[in-house]
């Protein structure tokens, strides 16, 4: 089991930067793929970004070149570098895991896929 802590949300400007942070606590981390989803108001739940436990990275198309994932075995962290953040970015964002022992990541965009959740930081974007 691991249990997720997001961090690095808060209020940004339009065309601003943030770095989400999410630490995992338990063992075998880096057995472990992992993502990050956001909800905004209204809305489903949508797929962001996704690292899998060798560090191939997935975007989705509204975060390619704009946002960075990345992940540290050692500290047990996942991060989500944000820039040239926009107003359609505001959101509740989560990371997410899921235990493999495959080097590969099946859907990493499915939110199904994953099986442990953080609760989530905000990010809101002004413009």
């Known amino acids: 089991q691991v249990q997720l802590v997001e961090s690095g949300g808060g209020l940004v400007q339009a065309g601003g930067s943030l770095r989400l942070s999410c630490s995992a606590s338990g063992h075998s981390f880096n057995r472990y793929n992992l993502g990050w989803f956001r909800q905004a108001p209204g809305k489903e739940r949508e797929f962001v970004s996704a690292i899998s436990r060798s560090g191939d990275t997935y975007y989705a198309d509204s975060a390619k070149g704009r946002f960075t994932i990345s992940r540290d075995n050692a500290k047990k962290m996942v991060y989500l570098q944000m820039d040239s953040l926009k107003r359609e970015d505001t959101a509740v964002y989560s990371c997410?895991?899921?235990?493999?022992?495959?080097?590969?990541?099946?859907?990493?965009?499915?939110?199904?896929?994953?099986?442990?959740w953080g609760q989530g930081t905000q990010v809101t974007v002004a413009s």
């Open positions: 997410a895991a899921v235990q493999t022992i495959i080097t590969g990541f099946l859907r990493p965009a499915s939110i199904d896929t994953h099986n442990h």
